[in-house]
């Protein structure tokens, strides 16, 4: 079987749940942090999420056996699909105890040199229906075959451009213990076994467990903020492709290569991140926080 372009179109049922507490400290737990923002219940508007936190819902959807993502793949070529890409547009900050609701589109399908392209738009909103992020993750399904003319997204949103940036060069070294897959998965509530079963991994044909992607973002996404000396509830955008792994235990680099300022006054970042081997681990970084 192959990945049907017909599937563009396709809403999934939607997810729906309560983003407690529990849940955002636990997440910003998995990554290191300590600040009160993540752990203060006390604080008049509770725990912040991390900007990256909505991933962890959006897999809470993709992984609900009642939501309907056929695509026409078989159970094996639906395993081969790796994480490519994300784009995340924040329309608030998200704290504790937010009944929210995700919805979910096939938006795109087509061919790549690597295999089949999937791109699946996501929405987050209150019960209200006050937004809360839009996103757009793409998958490539490893060797296998699209069935049906390409279709790629219509309503995907350019990168960001800066009216000037200015070029930079600094770097953060983060240590990845053998741990940090089972923390980060548990913590997130984001569960792959080839992040925490070496059996599995090997099987994958990976040499080892290797940490999320979406961790790696994170970790890079707190050194962006922390170079343009902005808070989390300032974040509106946050995009990168990924590329190498990141085995455990071992150590990455985190790179800010650029920063520059958008025509509406909000500030942008860019950054990249290597592997251990020195390999490509995440390309074309980059992060917008408001004015």
């Known amino acids: 079987m192959s990945l ?11 997810w729906s749940g309560l983003l407690d507490a529990r849940w ?9 942090h300590d600040e009160d923002l993540y752990f203060d219940t006390t604080r008049a508007t ?4 991390h900007p990256v936190f909505p991933i962890a819902p ?9 939501s309907g993502l056929d695509v026409g793949l078989t159970i094996g070529e639906a395993l081969r699909g790796v994480h490519a890409s994300h784009d995340l547009h924040l329309h608030q900050p998200i704290f504790q105890d937010l009944p929210v609701t995700v919805g979910a589109e096939v938006v795109g399908a087509q061919r790549t ?24 993750m793409r998958t490539v399904y490893r060797g296998v075959g699209v069935d049906g003319p390409d279709r790629p997204p219509a ?14 060069d600094r770097t953060r070294s983060v240590a990845i213990a053998v741990a940090a897959p089972h923390v980060y998965g548990e913590g997130a509530r ?15 044909g990976l040499d080892g467990t290797v940490l999320h992607g979406s961790a790696t973002l994170a970790h890079a996404v707190d050194w962006a903020l922390e170079a343009l000396g902005a808070t989390p ?5 946050i995009g990168a492709t990924f590329r190498a792994t990141v085995p455990v235990p071992s150590e990455i680099a985190v790179v800010l290569t650029a920063t520059g300022r958008l025509a509406d006054g909000g500030r942008l970042a860019r950054f990249e991140v290597g592997n251990a081997a020195g390999a490509v681990a995440l390309r074309e970084g980059f992060l917008v926080v408001a004015p």
């Open 233 to 237: 509830d300032r974040v509106r955008r």
């Open 190 to 204: 984001i569960w792959n076994p080839i992040h925490s079963d070496r059996s599995i991994a090997l099987a994958a």
């Open 24 to 32: 955002l400290m636990a997440y910003a737990a998995s990554l290191g």
């Open 4 to 14: 049907a372009t017909d599937a563009v179109g396709l809403r999934l049922r939607p």
């Open 46 to 49: 509770g725990v912040s999420a």
């Open 113 to 136: 040199p690597a295999g089949a392209l999937m791109t699946v738009r996501f929405d987050g909103a209150t019960h209200d229906g006050d937004g809360l992020w839009t996103s757009w």
């Open 155 to 168: 309503d995907a949103v350019p990168a960001p451009r800066a009216a000037s940036e200015e070029a930079a």
């Open 58 to 66: 959006e897999w809470a959807l993709l992984t609900d056996p009642e």
